[in-house]
Structure formats: structure tokens, C-alpha cells
């Protein structure tokens, strides 16, 4: 699926979802072909606006302060491992 040319600032979550139809289809064929509903959502702007946290060799540090620091702001923050 190329969403490059619909989402210029990228893409910012992906939902998939099988309906019971879709799962029959998936049964019937034995798992050859399963159609699936895909709901793309965009990102509304880049994300060098966001506050980073760097993780070290700590990483559960690093989660901690990335909760601590969104808590704070009210906002995502992106997690460097």
C-alpha cells in the first residue's frame, strides 16, 4: 500500500481489521486469500516537534522518563532506542 502520496507528513497509525466475511473468505480459500479492511490515519505534521528521550543501556529508564515527560507536556514522545 503506498500512502506517500496521501500522507506527505507520514503516516501515523495503521488498523486492520477482519470481518466475519473476510475470515470466511480466509477459511474457504485455506489462508491462500485473506481480504482484510485496512484504515490508514495520517500525521497531521512531522515529529522533530516532539520532546525525545535517547534511551541508554537502560531502557526501562528510558520508558520511565518518556511516561514522566508526556505526563508533564500532554503530548507523545518519541523513544530513541
Known amino acids: 500500500m503506498n500512502t506517500a502520496k496521501k500522507c506527505p507528513n507520514g503516516v501515523a497509525k495503521i488498523d486492520t481489521q477482519l470481518s466475519f466475511l473476510n475470515q470466511l473468505v480466509d ?11 485496512i484504515k490508514v490515519t495520517c500525521a497531521q505534521g512531522r515529529t522533530s516537534s ?11 529508564a528510558a520508558f520511565q522518563a518518556a511516561v514522566r515527560v508526556s505526563m508533564e507536556t500532554k503530548q507523545p514522545v518519541l523513544l530513541s532506542y
Open 27 to 37: 477459511f474457504l480459500t485455506f489462508g491462500i486469500y485473506t481480504p482484510m479492511d
Open 50 to 60: 516532539l520532546p525525545m528521550i535517547k534511551s541508554g543501556p537502560d531502557k526501562a
